[in-house]
């Protein structure tokens, strides 16, 4: 069998297409248009380039978008009165500070001083708890990316076996959480592995479906999957560089190797990479229609 390959980068592009058709439906029908605004601290390169891209999105979306570049030795005080406005801003309705902060910063002190009805990114303990009760307003962007692949690719969630592999706060707990609910889209079995599983093998190969997301490359090889396995690579992992400078990226997962035994995966870069920013576009909305009594 060799997979059908599950893109993110078209399923990204149609639900972009949705979201768009909705921001001008707010506005000619309601005169709400939906805010964002990004935060970075510091010059870190590739987090410049993820805030370039979130703002470029938001605006190519029809989303009023507002970024702050603070510099590297800006104060926790500082920042924390800089939160304290923004919640209080009727233009914004999402706030996203990127990740991750300088070591002088307390991460989770400015985590949790964004409001939770501004928590796009979904990382507040609010957001989280109520993800985890079934009840979400933001669920956060990768994880809830990664359930919109699944459903738009018309598999079977329901009743799945699901092995993620991570237990990561942003990624493998949120998505075990996201398919054990007793709702649409979800209704899976979750088994979580980790660093400490005795056999990690024995659970990725009783699984429909492998969310690999261990951070480390090819964790997941051929040996150790079933034949008509889901998989979803959330790896991101620089393994060289090309003669012409280009980094050379690969997931957790084999992916030469896995495809000749799955019935569907994802490619990485084009899988799970492209839903994050689109996820984030999705929330801003909600965010935008919660505010305005619209949802
Ligand atoms: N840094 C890397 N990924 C993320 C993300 O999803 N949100 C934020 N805020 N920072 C990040």
Do not use: W
Not at 225 to 247: C, L, M, P, S, Y
Not at 254 to 263: L, R
């Amino acid at each position: 069998m060799t997979a059908q390959i599950i893109s993110g980068t078209e399923i990204a592009k149609e639900i972009r297409a949705e979201l768009k058709q909705e921001i001008a439906d707010l506005k000619e029908k309601h005169n709400v248009v939906p805010g964002l605004v990004t935060v970075l601290v510091g010059a870190d390169p590739a987090s410049q380039v993820y805030v370039g891209q979130k703002e470029k999105t938001s605006q190519n979306l029809g989303i009023y978008s507002e970024r702050y570049d603070l510099p590297e030795d800006t104060s926790q005080e500082d920042l924390l009165a800089l939160i304290d406005k923004l919640n209080n801003d009727p233009k914004i309705n999402g706030i996203l500070v990127q990740l991750p902060l300088p070591k002088h910063i307390n991460e989770t002190e400015v985590l949790y001083a964004i409001s939770p009805k501004k928590d796009v990114d979904g990382f507040h303990p609010v957001s989280l708890g109520k993800l985890m009760i079934g009840e979400p307003d933001y669920i956060p962007c990768t994880p809830h990316g990664i359930q919109q692949l699944l459903i738009r690719s018309g598999v079977k969630i329901e009743g799945a076996e699901v092995v993620v592999v991570g237990r990561s706060n942003i990624v493998g707990k949120p998505i075990a959480n996201i398919l054990l609910q007793k709702a649409d889209g979800a209704n899976a079995t979750v088994t979580v592995c980790h660093t400490r599983t005795r056999d990690l093998a024995f659970h990725t190969k009783r699984a429909d479906i492998i969310i690999a997301a261990a951070g480390k490359a090819k964790a997941i090889t051929a040996d150790m999957v079933k034949d008509g396995v889901v998989v979803i690579d959330v790896g991101v992992n620089q393994i060289g560089t090309t003669a012409e400078g280009k980094r050379i990226l690969v997931g957790d997962v084999d992916f030469e190797a896995v495809k000749e035994k799955a019935s569907a995966i994802t490619p990485v870069p084009g899988g799970v990479g492209p839903m994050t920013i689109t996820m984030l576009m999705m929330n801003t909305v909600r965010a935008a229609k919660l505010a305005a009594g619209l949802a």
